[in-house]
């Protein structure tokens, strides 16, 4: 049986709760964030369901999903267009807030406990969905790469299985919307490169802590 990498089932369940958008809908940011929302709210009301045989997937799914639109807000967030929370996240994040204030763990924390922790830290999961969405650029032609993991593999120093797989991989954004377009695709790719291969699991970063590099 393949075996799938713990970090990318939740990642899978996380995405199957996101809401697609119907063939006629026009894609603005207040859409993209309405629907970032919605993802929220769907993740919670999972976590809540009675049956506690499966608590502890629900609520990394619920953190992923958490983690992932707080970034998109921090990455996103105008005064020319400016996103609101939903009220009734953000109580609870200040009911999670007040239990950690007083040394008391909440249910949303202590149920993600566990052995073994997802692969990579949300900043290198943040790098490596930035090739993949350079991937999915070229595969819809709105960037023009005639070697596109070749690009992604010397970009950030991986082995080109790697950047083939990452790839071939579920994007981590269900929807992107960059202003700017492909040129600002291409920036922040290569900047996200040029920190993985500083700090992620690059060969240079391997080689740089003393480890021997695993292609």
């Known amino acids: 049986m393949h075996h799938v990498p713990k970090h990318r089932w939740i990642e899978d369940l996380a995405l199957s709760l996101y809401p697609r958008s119907q063939p006629s809908t026009t894609y603005t940011l207040r859409s993209f964030w309405e629907k970032h929302c919605e993802w929220e709210r769907r993740a919670r009301v999972h976590f809540l369901e009675r049956d506690a045989s499966d608590r502890r997937v629900r609520a990394l799914v619920w953190w992923y999903v958490v983690e992932y639109i707080l970034r998109d807000y921090s990455n996103y967030n105008t005064s020319q267009h400016p996103f609101q929370f939903p009220s009734d996240f953000v109580a609870v994040l200040c009911e999670i807030a007040g239990y950690l204030a007083t040394g008391k763990i909440p249910e949303m924390v202590s149920a993600v406990a566990g052995r073994g922790t997802p692969a990579g830290g949300p900043r290198?999961?943040?790098?490596?969905?930035?090739?993949q969405v350079y991937a999915r650029c070229v595969r819809e032609g709105e960037i023009v790469d005639k070697s596109p993991i070749k690009t992604i593999a010397e970009t950030y120093g991986v082995h080109r299985r790697t950047a083939r797989r990452?790839?071939?991989?579920?994007e981590s954004r269900p929807e992107v919307y960059y202003p700017g377009g492909p040129k600002r695709v291409i920036k922040m790719m290569r900047a996200a490169a040029s920190e993985y291969a500083r700090t992620g699991r690059s060969s240079e970063a391997i080689r740089?802590?003393?480890?021997?590099?695993?292609?």
């Open 124 to 131: 290198e999961r943040e790098q490596i969905e930035l090739a």
């Open 208 to 215: 740089a802590r003393g480890r021997p590099a695993i292609k």
């Open 166 to 170: 990452w790839a071939n991989e579920t």
